[in-house]
């Protein structure tokens, strides 16, 4: 039936006539028309994705909900662990169903965000898989997300081309690609120019369901060789989220009428409570699963925010907190041997380095940590992992082919029996390391610059010399946040000061000061640093942490057609 939905926004009806999307009942479109988008944004394509959302939404709800609550225990003071009840979970003698021989072997897989020419050079640069980001490494604008929608179609359909005019060069495909993963939005994160049922749709159901609409045929034919499409799952906090996905994805194979566990994914374990949920997270999705992956930095973000009402655990410096760490090895660890006793990938995170065109010998440097990365990476036991940028892909490769030899991955033959040893004390671990003046400046400094391209439209920026997205950002911020909070004493540099607000405004002044001379005054003032400026200073001064730093950005970027900006 044809109607006003709740919140009395026109419907199907009404939508049809002039330059409007063709929408079925109870969703409207509140974003921009353009040609393109509606051949993304069908009437049938939409009404799965409502579907979605009508089957899912209070098991959504419910889910955050329950984040919630597991806050609200930490904040009290407890902390993460094994779940009791799920010990036979745990100690259980499953396996995952057979990794799909497409993605058999996946020793470095690039990731970057659903940007035409990116996804094209991505695709063409050697690596093994290419993750392309509606995540970390995107700014969700509609322009972006309808975009990238567009380009994975064509990248899939094997027509999409680009062409540079500025150097008259056109990109295209070559014979041999990577196998594409599409990375959806977190579970936290609304669409707010979808409505469904007067309600924003979930980011990621919309992400999902749009690609997997359009695609799945397709991809199965070529890319896939059979199964597929091929996701990752970031920032899950617990197996009740994974059990969703998984219900998401029969109902998805149930909708295309192929075979259940074609859609396969790799889950990132980026959240400290996930970490005590690895096994449950592969059970729950054991017909679906092809791995879990170290995001790092969303891991070092989360146990900042878990730990957000435990002065003993504060950080040091967000450069000292790599992988060396007890608690970071630890996590790799306990990854590498849950994976493989359950049959599938365990990948490696990111490094943050990137190449350095100006100077060949920072550039040399930088690949040197990279390379050192790495090895500890396939030396632990990782069957691959994941690279920011083209220019790092020959060396990584190199090291695993080095260590790896032709075998696709080390899942039968690197088995970590021991890291079950590993304990609760052993993935808390606090981390080592001292606080600095510098550090302050530098989260400061990052996040406000950060900020600033996320809202006009870029998600993933180089700053001095390292990649920088929505997961590092938020260590920038919560870091920020922790040490104001707790007035700690930067005892690194000899100074002993102590965080105070007072100490924080006068940062933010001179960081400010420093990034205008850096990039030039015309930038600065064409630029959204005051108003990136405005948002992380109240974002590392509010007395409750916000959850997320994207969330409240997103309602600076949303722009509803055709009324102009709204808020959520
Ligand atoms: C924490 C996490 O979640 S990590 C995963 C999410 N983050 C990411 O995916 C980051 C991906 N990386 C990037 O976005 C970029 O590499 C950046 C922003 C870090 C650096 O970008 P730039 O400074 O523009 O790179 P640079 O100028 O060196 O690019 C050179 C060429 O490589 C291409 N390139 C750079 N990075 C990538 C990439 N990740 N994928 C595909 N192509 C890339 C550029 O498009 C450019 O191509 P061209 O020569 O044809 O014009
Ligand atoms: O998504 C990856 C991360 O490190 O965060
Ligand atoms: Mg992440």
Not at 34 to 48: C, G, M, N, R, S
Request: aromatic content about 8%; overall charge neutral; charged content about 25%.
């Amino acid at each position: 039936m044809m109607g006003l939905g709740s919140n009395g926004y026109a419907s199907s009806m009404t939508r049809k006539i002039g330059r409007t999307y063709d929408v079925p009942d109870g969703v409207d479109i509140r974003g921009r028309y353009d040609e393109e988008f509606a051949k993304i944004l069908t009437k049938d394509a939409l009404q799965f994705v409502a579907e979605l959302q009508r089957e899912f939404r209070n098991r959504i709800k419910y889910a955050l909900e329950c984040r919630k609550e597991a806050k609200r225990r930490y904040n009290e003071g407890a902390l993460p662990g094994f779940d009791p009840v799920t010990k036979y979970v745990r100690e259980g003698d499953w396996v995952c169903a057979p990794v799909p021989p497409a993605v058999a072997d996946r020793k470095v897989e690039i990731t970057g965000p659903v940007e035409r020419k990116m996804i094209i050079n991505a695709l063409n640069s050697g690596a093994k898989v290419f993750m392309s980001d509606f995540e970390d490494a995107l700014s969700p604008t509609w322009e972006n997300l309808m975009r990238g929608q567009v380009n994975l179609k064509d990248a899939v359909d094997g027509t999409i081309s680009f062409h540079d005019q500025s150097r008259n060069r056109v990109y295209k495909l070559n014979e041999q690609t990577a196998k594409l993963f599409v990375r959806p939005r977190g579970w936290h994160l609304p669409e707010s120019h979808i409505l469904i049922d007067g309600e924003p749709a979930t980011g990621c159901l919309v992400d999902f369901g749009l690609y997997f609409y359009h695609n799945h045929a397709n991809f199965r034919r070529t890319q896939g060789a059979g199964s597929g499409p091929f996701f990752y799952l970031p920032k899950m906090e617990h197996s009740r989220e994974a059990k969703i996905w998984n219900c998401v994805f029969e109902r998805a194979e149930k909708m295309a009428g192929i075979e259940r566990g074609s859609i396969r994914a790799t889950v990132l374990i980026e959240t400290l409570p996930a970490v005590f949920q690895m096994d449950e997270i592969l059970y729950e999705l054991r017909d679906h699963s092809v791995g879990l992956n170290c995001g790092r930095w969303d891991y070092i973000f989360s146990y900042v925010k878990t730990f957000q009402a435990h002065p003993d655990r504060l950080l040091p410096d967000r450069v000292q907190v790599g992988m060396a760490q007890h608690f970071m090895r630890s996590y790799s660890d306990l990854l590498i041997r849950t994976c493989h006793r359950r049959g599938v990938h365990a990948m490696g995170g990111m490094a943050a380095q990137i190449p350095i065109r100006d100077d060949p010998v920072a550039n040399e440097a930088a690949l040197d940590l990279v390379r050192k990365d790495k090895l500890r990476e396939v030396r632990a036991g990782h069957d691959g992992t994941w690279a920011a940028h083209p220019g790092l892909i020959p060396a990584i490769m190199e090291v695993f082919n080095n260590n790896m030899g032709n075998a696709p991955n080390q899942i039968q033959t690197m088995k970590r029996e021991e890291a079950a040893n590993l304990t609760e004390d052993d993935l808390l671990q606090r981390p080592r390391g001292v606080r600095t003046m510098e550090g302050l400046r530098l989260n400061t400094r990052v996040g406000i610059q950060y900020l600033a391209a996320w809202l006009t439209g870029t998600g993933s920026v180089p700053l001095y010399n390292l990649m920088e997205d929505a997961a590092t950002a938020e260590i920038s911020r919560v870091q920020n946040w922790q040490w104001l909070k707790y007035r700690v004493v930067l005892d690194g540099d000899g100074l002993g000061v102590k965080v105070s607000l007072d100490l924080f405004g006068r940062v933010v002044e001179e960081e400010m000061a420093r990034i205008e001379r850096e990039i030039g005054r015309e930038r600065f003032k064409k630029g959204m640093y005051k108003e990136a400026c405005n948002l992380f200073t109240r974002q590392c001064t509010t007395p409750n942490l916000d959850d997320f730093l994207t969330l409240d950005a997103y309602n600076h970027i949303v722009v509803h057609h055709p009324r102009g900006s709204s808020r959520l």
